[in-house]
């Protein structure tokens, strides 16, 4: 379930973005490879937040291998969601002129998402798989 989101411009780290939303969670974050920074780590530690991500294939990975897997799953579910609002919801095509018109049109992907999810629980089906919800 999508609990919230920030914007960053294709050109910008989204490194920078957590910020926007660190006052919104607690507790473990799982980034993909893009979030990786010991700095990073290390402030959000002090914010309640223990960031997880993949790692780079040089780097040693000590965490234990039941955790990786785990958080791997997690992260395919994750991206998972992103192709969904990607291609059923074409999320990276907005075509607004204005951050009202911006926003306005990514909130109502996002709740369209969010009631096939629900919509799929209710008829006691997998959350993420939407082609039951539609018959021809």
């Not at 294709?10 to 974050?29: C, K, N, P, T, Y």
């Not at 000590?62 to 785990?70: A, E, H, Q, S, Y």
């Not at 002129?97 to 629980?121: E, F, I, P, Q, Y």
Request: glycine share 6%; charged share 25%; hydrophobic share 45%.
């Amino acid at each position: 379930m999508i609990t919230s989101f920030t914007f960053t411009s294709a050109s910008g780290d989204e490194r920078e973005a957590i910020w926007d939303i660190v006052h919104l969670i607690q507790g473990l974050v799982i980034g993909d490879k893009g979030y990786i920074s010991a700095t990073l780590r290390q402030e959000l530690v002090r914010y309640g937040i223990d960031l997880q991500t993949a790692l780079r294939s040089n780097m040693q990975d000590i965490r234990p291998k039941d955790w990786v897997k785990l958080l791997q799953t997690v992260r395919r579910l994750i991206e998972t969601v992103i192709g969904q609002l990607s291609d059923h919801f074409n999320s990276e095509k907005v075509w607004a002129r204005d951050m009202w018109h911006l926003t306005s049109r990514l909130n109502r992907k996002l709740l369209a998402h969010t009631v096939c999810v629900w919509l799929n629980r209710l008829f006691g089906l997998e959350p993420l798989q939407f082609d039951g919800l539609v018959t021809e």
